[in-house]
């Protein structure tokens, strides 16, 4: 009986967990990687950026906001065009549709700030995307904090 109850088992949970396999791969916000996984050499810190635009109204990074939709219309960095939280599939196409309008020499700046570094869920598949649609200077602005406190607070330019 033990053997029965254990194959039956096996036999209803084993298509459940293909299916959420496939689901996960096809949703790539279900297996998200930690903003941490970047390389470091694709790091800007906000001072950096901040000085820049401050300096200059046109910077030569395309800058991307790869966050939600709500925080970019209450504040954003100036020029940046949003696109998409990364982190859902929603999101990504509307990041490659952005993305794909741009020659893939483009020195192109994503963002977020939805949260701590260490948790946001939008910053690693974006970086993820512009790899695999073969950017090749694409840099990523490390937001410590969130937007709010290490980007707005700093007095750096918004719109």
Sequence with gaps: MH???????FLLQTPVSLGMLA???R????????????????LLEPATIGAQLEKSSQLHWKILQV??????????????????????PDGLALLRRVASAFPQSTPILLYCGCCPWTHCPNIAPAWDQLQSMH?????VLRIENNFGADWVANGYPVA
């Design 135 to 139: 950017f090749t200077a694409v840099k």
């Design 67 to 88: 966050g939600f939709h709500s925080m970019f219309d209450q504040k954003h960095i100036r020029g940046a065009i949003y696109a998409g939280p990364a982190s859902q």
């Design 3 to 9: 053997t029965l109850h254990s194959r039956r088992t």
């Design 27 to 42: 949703n790539p916000h279900l297996m998200a990687e930690s903003a941490t996984t970047i390389p470091p050499s694709a």
């Design 23 to 25: 689901l996960a791969l």
